[in-house]
Nanobody, 123 residues
Framework: QVQLGESGGGLVQAGGSLRLSCAAS????????MGWFRQAPGKEREFVAA???????YYADSVKGRFTISRDNAKNSVNLQMNSLKPEDTAVYYC?????????????????WGQGTQVTVSS
């Protein structure tokens, strides 16, 4: 059974930083794309960042320059470093794993999802 488990969410003041981690089990994602999505109350799930099999990265315009996605193949995990956080970054953040090797950014391109971790940024 494939499982993705996020950690690192919490409450932070605007301008602060958080680091999210996602550990995978049941399947190796070292040759697959992985991504982060988020969903705020009353809104649809939106793309945040993705990393492909060769560690190329891609970001939503809203987080570019502030967030950094990285992968640790030895740990079968992916991380999201979030700096200069804004109140509009408040959401539940989800880790996702794909069966694609190439860069993918649509939720439908991902087959495996974590349960999510809450990030709240206060003004």
């Amino acid at each position: 059974q494939v499982q993705l488990g996020e950690s690192g969410g919490g409450l932070v003041q605007a301008g602060g930083s958080l680091r999210l981690s996602c550990a995978a089990s049941g399947r190796t994602f070292t040759s697959s794309a992985m991504g982060w999505f988020r969903q705020a109350p009353g809104k649809e799930r939106e793309f945040v960042a993705a990393i492909n099999w060769s560690s190329d990265t891609y970001y939503a315009d809203s987080v570019k320059g502030r967030f950094t996605i990285s992968r640790d193949n030895a740990k079968n995990s992916v991380n999201l470093q979030m700096n200069s956080l804004k109140p509009e970054d408040t959401a539940v953040y989800y880790c996702a794993g794909s069966t694609y090797r190439r860069m993918v950014v649509r939720p439908s391109d991902y087959d495996y999802w974590g349960q999510g971790t809450q990030v709240t940024v206060s003004s």
